[in-house]
């Protein structure tokens, strides 16, 4: 179900809250909260898609699956967390959100 096509912002947090497995989570939360208190421009969508694109950058590919925890929002409580392959999970669909909400973007800029 993480990985269906978010219609708002709104949904797609909604979604990365419940289906992530790791607190990498919590970077994504961070930033959108960094940007709102720096006032920088651009709508939700843009700041949700910028703060996932940050935490990708700074986790796909160097595998710090050691340095991870459990999301404590996960829809199910009593998932199996397991390092490795659900820092691999979070990449994905955060990846796959990215590309949502930047198609979203792209297909919201035709309208200007």
């Known amino acids: 179900m993480g990985f269906a096509v978010p219609v708002s912002p709104g949904h797609s947090l909604l979604l990365l809250n419940s289906y992530m497995r790791t607190d990498l989570l919590l970077g994504i939360h961070r930033h959108i909260h960094r940007m709102q208190n720096q006032d920088a421009p651009g709508s939700p969508i843009h700041h949700l898609a910028d703060s996932i694109a940050h935490v990708v950058a700074a986790y796909d590919g160097i595998n710090l699956f050691e340095c991870i ?20 999970h979070d990449i994905k669909l955060m990846k796959h959100h990215l590309r949502c909400l930047r198609r979203t973007i792209r297909d919201l800029a035709c309208y200007d």
């Open 69 to 88: 925890a459990r999301n404590t929002l996960h829809i199910d409580p009593d998932f199996e967390f397991r390092h490795e392959p659900d820092y691999a």
